[in-house]
């Protein structure tokens, strides 16, 4: 999840950064960009011709009514095979051991190509060929001002039905073993895990970069989509912050129009819906807006943290969170990748383990309580509760404080996603 990493982490500088998201600005360089695959590059010119012409379609997209049509790719009773908790663990560690290693040794951008060039090596390793997987590169402004290019990494599978596709999406630039390792570790635990099944809709996994600077890269993709391509995409599925938080959460919702009180909070969550009652389907519980609306009014705090239970952002219209209120559930902030799609009227699905019923109690993140970037009731942990982009985000320290919790958070998330990939 993105949070605003120049500054320290004071109250103040959260303002800015909930403020920052909740303005849904983030404006796009661009010029000098380009996708590889194909050797296709683009002039600044075509680049803002494609965004303007994809900007005004997506108003008229109803993929959504295709949505509630819909059914899981498998049920309970398969559950285990499609179940990639095993190697999305060692993925993880191989990830966060590599962090701790590289360290301050290495500049983060080195870093993150290093792991982007893992990414594309698994893939091939799994069987996937190497025209399947498109190196997108774009450059955009950092918050110093200073010119950085960046590289989104997407495999696409072809679907018996390519008239249709479905996207999930995870960024690795981020420096924490939950932000992002969690993501991506999943993320390619399944792609590798599915390199044998052929969904029935097209797939395209995207592993993000620049997520940590604005959501660069999934912005990028997102303006870079045809009219053609928004309105056959069913839904993007966005995996960040798996790893450390008390709460596995399931979002959906489209909180920018949520945002300018142009719509209520019941629409556009078909695709938050269907991920919830695929989650069922799979034997799993899910507390939903009603579950959890008005919860923490009557008890005082959230409820008791099962492993096999999927919540969600629990403040309404009519129960707002004690302070710091933003958007109404099942929506989550605009803080992440999923937002750039949202922006073009494509619904989204968003995996994030966290605790949005936490109170920091403390001034440095006193104006994160109740957002959802406080992770656990535990203040006397990582930056009072918080581990994303901050330096206690480690392997060493999931381990320490958490240990089983990744792996619990995975055999919840893992089954569901490849049910939701696997859609018919």
């Given at each position: 999840m993105k949070l605003n990493k120049r500054l320290t982490l004071c109250?103040?500088?959260?303002?800015w950064a909930l403020?920052?998201?909740l303005s849904g600005c983030s404006d796009l360089d661009a010029s000098q960009t380009s996708r590889e695959s194909g050797g296709t590059e683009q002039t600044k010119a075509e680049s803002t011709a494609t965004v303007s012409e994809g900007t005004e379609a997506a108003d008229i997209n109803t993929a959504y009514l295709r949505i509630p049509k819909l059914s899981a790719g498998f049920d309970a009773r398969e559950k285990a095979a499609y179940d990639f908790t095993e190697p999305a663990m060692k993925y993880l560690e191989q990830i966060g051991k590599g962090l701790e290693a590289d360290g301050a040794a290495a500049s983060a951008q080195s870093n993150v190509v290093k792991l982007g060039d893992w990414i594309v090596e698994e893939l091939v390793q799994a069987g996937y060929r190497k025209d399947q997987i498109e190196q997108q590169h774009f450059a955009y402004e950092d918050y110093t001002g200073k010119q950085q290019s960046g590289r989104n990494i997407i495999l696409t599978v072809e679907g018996e039905d390519p008239s249709q596709q479905i996207l999930a999406g995870a960024h690795y630039d981020g420096d924490g073993v939950g932000d992002n390792g969690?993501?991506?570790?999943?993320?390619?635990?399944?792609?590798?895990?599915?390199?044998?099944?052929?969904?029935?809709?097209?797939?395209r996994y995207i592993f993000f970069d620049a997520e940590e600077v604005g959501r660069e890269g999934s912005n990028y993709y997102s303006r870079q989509m045809t009219p053609e391509e928004v309105r056959s995409t069913l839904y993007m599925i966005n995996l960040d912050s798996l790893?450390?938080?008390?709460?596995?959460?399931?979002?959906?919702?489209d909180m920018v129009k949520i945002?300018?009180?142009?719509?209520?909070?019941?629409?556009?969550?078909?695709?938050?819906t269907f991920a919830a009652d695929t989650a069922e389907k799979l034997g799993f519980r899910v507390m939903r807006t009603a579950d959890l609306d008005g919860y923490f009014e009557a008890h005082g705090t959230g409820p008791e943290i099962q492993m096999d239970t999927l919540y969600t952002n629990p403040w309404t219209a009519d129960h707002q969170s004690p302070a710091n209120y933003s958007v109404p559930s099942p929506a989550t902030l605009p803080a992440s990748d999923h937002e750039g799609f949202a922006e073009r009227d494509i619904e989204y699905i968003y995996f994030e383990a966290t605790n949005w019923f936490a109170e920091g109690?403390?001034?440095?993140?006193?104006?994160?309580?109740?957002?959802?970037f406080v992770e656990t009731f535990n203040y006397s942990l990582g930056l009072h509760g918080m581990f994303m982009n901050t330096e206690h985000d480690t392997w060493e320290n999931l381990n320490k404080y958490f240990p089983g919790r990744a792996e619990e958070h995975f055999e919840l998330y893992s089954p569901l996603l490849s049910a939701l990939l696997l859609a018919k």
């Open positions: 109250g103040l500088c959260v303002c403020s920052a998201a969690s993501g991506v570790a999943l993320l390619l635990a399944n792609a590798v895990g599915l390199a044998k099944t052929k969904p029935h809709y097209t797939v790893a450390f938080g008390d709460y596995c959460n399931i979002y959906g919702g945002k300018d009180e142009t719509t209520t909070q019941d629409d556009r969550i078909e695709a938050y109690e403390n001034d440095e993140v006193e104006a994160s309580s109740y957002t959802g």
